[in-house]
């Protein structure tokens, strides 16, 4: 190595130990930046960093470096749950609210429609398609504060990058502007891109497509040979970068469209995965992890390099499990093994998600926690982080829970249940699809199937791929909790499908 190359090398490792090292003090006086690095349908798997007990054959097809690196900084968490699409999880995270009490309980796209799929014998409940609205006012659609807002109201400017997929098209929802960010950059009603090419503008005009996918905000790489990834991953660094400048503590919702459809090579990365052997579509969507996982790296050491790295919290999680063939034909892309289904799932394959915090001089290095989490409770976590204690949600309650103490090393609340409501149709088939509701308790879930109705049970410690319906077998769990899981939804006035034939709704479970 010459002297150049010592030199830089030393100077990186300097960097990285400062995030580590306890001269902080002066910094920790300032509210801290956050960042909060959502990826889209990715699954628990679909990374080189285990979350199992031990790593898998998916562990090893995948090079996910910097998720190596956050691990290696802060905490894991094994059990970390979204719900089984997109919307919901996204509105939990800006209300706090479950999805059976905020009542987005499927996909988002236009005013009014409903995304659901025709089911044979149910009609699915007037969920509200419209999304979040912050006025009130809008039917069909949730009143309530925006994360956002809070933190801007506390002094954070707040920068939205990517996905965005709150609202409806033509709702207040749809523009991130209106839920509390100060920037927004790409973000719309739209829960997938156009394209992940420059070349192609980022537009669904190349494959003749609906416009309304076109990622916008991004004209100034237009016909470039950019990937929306690393477009969306400079637009990034710039915003806070500003903030910086601005002497402003800042939290930036870096919110990718990867790993979502629709595949495009991302020649970075996609030869070394064919030259593995992966065909196009694995190699595709390898490609789009491993430029994912560049984008937090680059994040990171940007972070560094603006001297703010010792005052950033970096919290990573997905917003729903992997997408898996779910018997439309064709090979899956993604597999979730030894996880059972997929996105749109209430089987494990398609909530259970990748989860990495680390807060200098807090996390401890390198660290797990097998604690249960949900997607709500980033809401009172963030606010925790930055010091709002008067943040009161419309309607006065929700179901987030603090994870703070974890971030600690604590432990969470005993007993904590944690409820799925899913009364729609996603599409495709397989395992665990909905419409369902279902509840976790310690080892156990059950879930209950609003077609039927039927029910299933498993001990998630003995059974991590869901191969044993133990309902039969173990009726006093199985009762246990489908009257909490009732109750639950009773107290939130949780909507159910109705029955075409009798036009009554579904009954509820432990009845």
């Known amino acids: 190595m010459n002297r150049r190359a010592f030199l830089k090398a030393a100077s990186a490792?300097?960097?990285?130990?400062?995030?580590?090292?306890?001269?902080?003090?002066?910094?920790?006086?300032?509210?801290?930046?956050?960042?909060?690095?959502?990826?889209?349908?990715?699954?628990?798997?679909?990374?080189?960093?285990?979350?199992?007990?031990?790593?898998?054959?998916?562990n090893r097809r995948y090079r996910t470096p910097n998720m190596h690196r956050l691990a290696g900084r802060g905490v894991k968490f094994t059990q970390a749950y979204a719900c089984s699409v997109c919307s919901p999880t996204r509105v939990s995270l800006m209300t706090g609210f479950n999805a059976a009490r905020h009542r987005v309980t499927n996909w988002t796209l236009r005013k009014d429609r409903c995304q659901d799929a025709p089911h044979p014998r149910l009609r699915m409940p007037e969920w509200n398609c419209n999304g979040l609205c912050p006025q009130g006012g809008l039917p069909r659609s949730v009143h309530a504060t925006p994360l956002p807002e809070f933190l801007r109201r506390a002094g954070y400017r707040t920068i939205h990058v990517g996905k965005a997929h709150w609202g409806a098209l033509g709702t207040t929802g749809a523009d991130p502007r209106n839920l509390g960010f100060d920037v927004n950059i790409g973000g719309h009603a739209a829960g997938g891109p156009g394209s992940y090419l420059g070349k192609q503008d980022f537009s669904a005009a190349w494959r003749k497509g609906d416009r309304i996918w076109d990622v916008p905000d991004l004209d100034k790489y237009h016909g470039q040979d950019v990937f929306l990834t690393e477009a969306l991953t400079r637009e990034a660094k710039r915003a806070f970068a500003d903030a910086v400048a601005q002497d402003k503590p800042f939290y930036l919702y870096m919110s990718h469209y990867a790993v979502h459809v629709p595949f495009a090579p991302d020649e970075r990365f996609v030869q070394a995965y064919r030259r593995a052997g992966l065909d196009q579509t694995e190699s595709m969507y390898a490609a789009l992890v491993e430029g994912m996982d560049k984008s937090l790296g680059d994040i990171m050491d940007?972070?560094?390099?603006?001297?703010?790295?010792?005052n950033t919290i970096v919290l990573f999680m997905s917003d729903n499990g992997g997408l898996s063939a779910h018997g439309r034909g064709g090979k899956p892309h993604t597999h979730n093994r030894p996880l059972s289904s997929g996105k749109g799932s209430a089987r494990e394959g398609g909530i259970r998600v990748p989860m990495l915090a680390y807060w200098p001089g807090v996390t401890r290095a390198g660290s797990t926690c097998d604690e249960l989490v949900m997607?709500?409770?980033?809401?009172?976590?963030?606010?925790?982080?930055?010091?709002?204690?008067?943040?009161?949600?419309?309607?006065?309650?929700?179901d987030g829970v603090?994870?703070?103490?974890?971030?600690?090393?604590?432990?969470?609340?005993?007993?904590?249940?944690?409820?799925?409501?899913?009364?729609?149709?996603?599409?495709?088939?397989?395992?665990?699809?909905?419409?369902?509701?279902?509840?976790?308790?310690?080892?156990?879930?059950?879930?209950?199937?609003?077609?039927g109705p039927r029910e299933e049970l498993f001990n998630l410690a003995d059974d991590i791929s869901e191969t044993r319906n133990l309902a039969d077998q173990k009726p006093e769990i199985r009762s246990r909790l489908a009257l909490l899981l009732r109750e639950y939804l009773l107290r939130v006035k949780a909507q159910m499908p109705v029955d075409k034939k009798s036009n009554t709704p579904v009954s509820l479970p432990g009845t």
């Open 13 to 58: 490792a300097a960097a990285w130990a400062a995030w580590g090292s306890p001269a902080r003090a002066q910094a920790r006086k300032r509210p801290p930046n956050i960042v909060f690095f959502l990826v889209d349908d990715m699954g628990w798997q679909d990374t080189s960093e285990p979350f199992w007990r031990e790593p898998t054959d998916l």
């Open 402 to 451: 603090s994870f703070v103490p974890l971030l600690r090393g604590g432990k969470g609340p005993a007993d904590r249940a944690l409820v799925w409501h899913y009364p729609n149709v996603w599409g495709p088939q397989g395992p665990g699809i909905g419409p369902y509701s279902a509840i976790r308790q310690g080892d156990w879930k059950y879930i209950y199937y609003h077609d």
């Open 375 to 398: 997607i709500e409770d980033y809401f009172p976590t963030i606010l925790e982080l930055a010091g709002v204690r008067d943040a009161r949600q419309v309607g006065g309650e929700i």
């Open 302 to 310: 940007h972070l560094q390099a603006l001297g703010v790295a010792d």
